[in-house]
């Protein structure tokens, strides 16, 4: 079992920034691929950004030029950098892994339990 635990969320200015982490735990052999997703009510869950093992990264048009996404291999972490925010950019965002068990090589999908990110002044 794999658990996502997200930090950093918050109310911000438009033209703020803020970075989110998910630290990840649990039996895991390696990651295929990271990504942060957002999603407001009534509307469906987006891809934000995503990282793959071997550190390609992509981005939803709406962000480009603004969020990076990162990850800390030693301490199993995914990070968001958000700047210059804007009110669209209100959500709950999602931290997701797809995880590579140990032994077995299984593949599995796991969210943490998501972070709101309000941007308003």
């Known amino acids: 079992q794999v658990q996502l635990v997200e930090s950093g969320g918050g109310l911000v200015q438009p033209g703020g920034s803020l970075r989110l982490s998910c630290a990840a735990s649990g039996s895991i052999f390696s990651f295929s691929a990271m990504g942060w997703y957002r999603q407001v009510p009534g509307s469906q869950r987006e891809l934000v950004a995503s990282?793959?093992?071997?550190?390609?990264?992509n981005y939803a048009d709406s962000v480009k030029g603004r969020f990076t996404i990162s990850r800390d291999n030693d301490k199993n972490t995914l990070y968001l950098q958000m700047n210059s925010l804007k009110p669209e950019d209100t959500a709950v965002y999602y931290c997701?892994?797809?995880?590579?068990?140990?032994?077995?090589?299984?593949?599995?999908?796991?969210w943490g339990q998501g972070t709101q990110v309000t941007v308003s002044s």
């Open positions: 990282i793959t093992r071997g550190g390609n990264t």
């Open positions: 997701n892994a797809k995880v590579v068990a140990p032994i077995s090589r299984r593949e599995s999908n796991y």
